[in-house]
Structure formats: C-alpha cells, structure tokens
C-alpha cells in the first residue's frame, strides 16, 4: 500500500507560480513511477505529468509543456510540481497518483494509488 498526501494548493493570480509537492509513505513508494493530474468542476479528470521512478525520465501534457515542471526526491518520498506562467484555465484540483507501469502512461486507470487532492485557483 502506498499513501499519498499533497499540498501547496491555492488561490495565485495569472502569470503567478505554485509549487505543490505530494508526499509518499508505504513500502517502496520509491520503486514506482508518479503522475499529476487536475480535474475542473463539469470536468473529467485529466493528465498533466508523469516521472519514472528514477526521475530520469519526464512526460507533459501539451497544455502545461514549458509552463509546469515534476520533479522527485526519493530520499524524501515526495513528489513535486512546479507551476510557472499560470492560466485561469489551470484552475482546478490537482491530484498526484502512483503506478508500477515502467512506460509512460497518462490514462486514470494505470494509477492504483491517489492522493486526496489539492485546489488550485488561478484568477484572472
């Protein structure tokens, strides 16, 4: 079992940055690959990022490429996501997930462990 836990969430104008870290606890949180995703009210829940489990090896939504950074520190179990240039549109709840796929994955169902979520407001 794999417990998440973000934080960093809040209310930041546009242009604004947030950083939102996601923090693991479990047996070998650090063996698995780790994904952001963000769900706005009406909306489905969508993917934003995802890190190997080594940190070598990053993917990006086309909507968040340039803007939003994931990182890792595994000597700490957390997971982090650096959020720069920030749009109204990137208003919603974000959550980080965990999966034991070793390829890229971006779809909900190849994530067996999520966080509770944390919200972000961008105004405008």
């Known amino acids: 079992q794999v417990q998440l836990v973000e934080s960093g969430g809040g209310l930041v104008q546009a242009g604004g940055s947030l950083r939102l870290s996601c923090a693991a606890s479990?047996?070998?949180?650090?063996?698995?690959?780790m994904g952001w995703f963000r769900q706005a009210p009406g909306k489905e829940r969508e993917f934003v990022a995802r890190?190997?489990?080594?940190?070598?090896?990053?993917y990006y939504a086309d909507s968040v490429k340039g803007r939003f950074t994931i990182s890792r520190d595994n000597a700490k179990n957390t997971v982090y996501l650096q959020m720069n240039s920030l749009k109204p549109e990137d208003t919603a709840v974000y959550y980080c997930?965990?999966?034991?796929?070793?390829?890229?994955?971006?779809?909900?169902?190849?994530?067996?462990?999520w966080g509770q979520g944390t919200q972000v407001t961008v105004s405008s």
């Open positions: 997930a965990a999966t034991t796929s070793t390829i890229v994955v971006i779809t909900t169902s190849n994530y067996y462990y």
């Open positions: 479990g047996r070998t949180s650090s063996t698995y690959g």
């Open positions: 890190i190997s489990w080594s940190g070598g090896s990053t």
